[in-house]
């Protein structure tokens, strides 16, 4: 990847780079990227569609159930494991899941400054679950061009790269034709 190019003949721009909140804004899910805590009482509350998400780790995998109760019983449940998190950790962490390349936002996000949990902006009044889509225009601000692999629905490769550094996209031949990207 290139960035390890960038690492190997610009060392003092890569370092100075990854320090920043947008050289930290984008990698795989792990401990290391995390600035979220993690606990048996952290979970958030969805009142508009009565859903509660539960955040935890299963050794070094990040995953999130979301799941509904009535009364003592849980009658529906789903459990994702979250393949990306945004955000340097300055602000917030938000999560991502790759399903056969397409990515989505998990609904669920940690505001490190208050320290809390709860849904990512949007979510509050429109909780689409695991269906918001992660569009170019998100993926080329956090993380750079990406390559696409469908025109018309955007996928991306399967193995996104954990640090792409901004000055790249300038390089990245780009041109967009009737509403869709072409690359």
């Known amino acids: 990847m290139w960035h390890q190019c960038l690492q190997t003949c610009h060392q003092d721009v890569y370092e100075t780079f990854i320090k920043t909140g947008m050289g930290q804004s984008f990698n795989l899910a792990s401990h ?3 600035a979220a805590r993690f606990g048996k009482n952290e979970v958030i509350y969805d009142t508009a569609n009565d859903l509660h998400y539960k955040p935890f780790w299963t050794g070094d995998t990040l995953k999130i159930s979301e799941y509904r109760l009535q009364g003592k019983d849980t009658i529906h449940k789903r459990t994702e494991k979250v393949s990306y998190i945004i955000g340097s950790g300055q602000h917030t962490n938000s999560h991502m899941i790759n399903v056969n390349g397409y990515v989505y936002q ?5 505001y490190t ?3 809390v949990w709860d849904l ?3 979510f509050e009044h429109n909780n689409v679950g695991f269906k918001r889509p992660i569009g170019l225009e998100c993926m080329s601000c956090h993380n750079a061009y990406p390559s696409l692999l469908r025109v018309r629905k ?10 792409i550094v901004s000055d790249a996209m ?7 034709g009737k509403n869709q990207p072409v690359i």
């Open 120 to 122: 990512p902006p949007g």
């Open 32 to 34: 290391q990227k995390s």
């Open 113 to 115: 400054q208050r320290g």
């Open 154 to 163: 955007i996928s991306f490769p399967k193995y996104l790269p954990a640090l």
């Open 106 to 110: 998990a609904p669920f996000t940690f």
């Open 170 to 176: 300038a390089q990245v031949p780009f041109m967009y």
